[in-house]
């Protein structure tokens, strides 16, 4: 007897069918997306600095505006390693958010920054991507995350994100 062979085209959509159908029924998405304020840079620690290069353990906190109404208004605590030289590179880290009911949410984030100086004011400019790794209560099981682009200057910070999630 022959193998059935069954066209590439059709597996992916199939796998995704079944994943939709067996997955929890009482799952529930929203929709997290919004932006952000920096409110505080609580520290910085300089692991090692360098000529124009700096490897830093920075805290900071910053204040959320969402779409949802569990998001809108609370504060993120950031915890970041910043690896740069001139003002580019990379940074990771992990946030944690405290809504409004409780609840608490942890993401794991990383991406790319870069740095420009004009007349000596510089602007910092980062975007991402962050996924969430837990959460407490009801968001327990929650998987989703999203993507971010931001900016900051000396006296300020800004961040858009975009952010979908089930749980």
Sequence with gaps: MGILRI?????APAALLIAFVSGSASAEFLDCSGSKVLKEESSREVVVPGP???LAQVSRVWRVSSK????DGIDETVYMHLDH????????????LELKDGEKLRAKFEGVHYT???????ETVFQG???????????EAIRGGGYYHGMEN????TEEYSCTASY
């Design 129 to 139: 991507v962050f996924r969430f790794i837990s959460g407490t209560g009801k968001y």
């Design 154 to 157: 000396k006296d300020s910070g």
């Design 52 to 54: 124009n290069a700096e």
């Design 85 to 96: 030289l001139n003002g580019t590179g990379t940074h990771t880290g992990y946030w944690i």
């Design 68 to 71: 949802h109404p569990a998001f």
């Design 7 to 11: 066209p590439s085209i059709l597996v």
């Design 116 to 122: 420009v100086t004009r007349s000596r004011q510089w």
